[in-house]
T-cell receptor
């Protein structure tokens, strides 16, 4: 079983829809949670970064972390065709020998059509 | 502009040849990482370095080698021992600060002919 599970999709939605992307994980030591967006043939760019449980909002994007359920989500409101990309969840534990090492999900391919 | 650069963007190699992928950063980050990305498999860690002249194997280090002679540079060599080297290679760096995370370069697409 992988440490981080992410549904690879692909996910196709109409413009304006609310998109929900999710990851589950098994390692209870994870405390830092990230969502990266990756356009085709480009490097991933950091979209959202959260620590421990709770919500974080940035414009149309909301990240949720539920450590008790080992479940994280990314919501995209009023989705746009420019949101079409692969979304990668990533997480890490704190300090020690981990030193910023990230464990990634497989990535979910999202297409928003006009 | 601060950032991470990778070169070349596309690289073609014949079987049996070693090739070296370049990664440079001017963010003054201590740690640097190399990942391999294949369709449907996410990012897999090849090697990482926390400090100059030191590096550790990641999950899939076989057939790869690295060096870290300068803080700014972390080149990756794909050797002929790597059985399936065709992939998208990503370099990342990290400041080491608690509230920070990894930032990625634009990637190099390696194709073995």
């Amino acid at each position: 079983q992988k440490e981080v599970e992410q549904d690879p999709g692909p996910l196709s939605v109409p413009e304006g829809a609310i998109v929900s992307l999710n990851c589950t994980y098994s390692n209870s030591a994870f405390q830092y949670f990230m969502w990266y967006r990756q356009y085709s043939r480009k490097g991933p760019e950091l979209l959202m970064y959260t620590y421990s449980s709770g919500n974080k909002e940035d414009g149309r994007f909301t990240a949720q972390v539920d450590k008790s359920s080992k479940y994280i989500s990314l919501f995209i409101r009023d989705s746009q065709p420019s949101d079409s990309a692969t979304y990668l969840c990533a997480m890490s534990s704190a300090g020690g020998t981990s030193y910023g090492k990230l464990t990634f999900g497989q990535g979910t391919i999202l297409t928003v059509h006009p | 502009d601060g950032g991470i650069t990778q070169s070349p963007k596309y690289l073609f190699r014949k079987e049996g040849q070693n090739v070296t992928l370049s990664c440079e950063q001017n963010l003054n980050h201590d740690a640097m990482y190399w990942y391999r990305q294949d369709p449907g498999q996410g990012l897999r860690l090849i090697y990482y370095s926390q400090i100059v002249n030191d590096f550790q194997k990641g999950d899939i280090a076989e057939g790869y080698s690295v060096s870290r002679e300068k803080k700014e540079s972390f080149p990756l060599t794909v050797t002929s021992a790597q059985k399936n080297p065709t992939a998208f290679y990503l370099c990342a760096s990290f400041s080491g600060k608690v509230a920070d995370t990894q930032y990625f370069g634009p990637g190099t697409r390696l194709t073995v002919l």
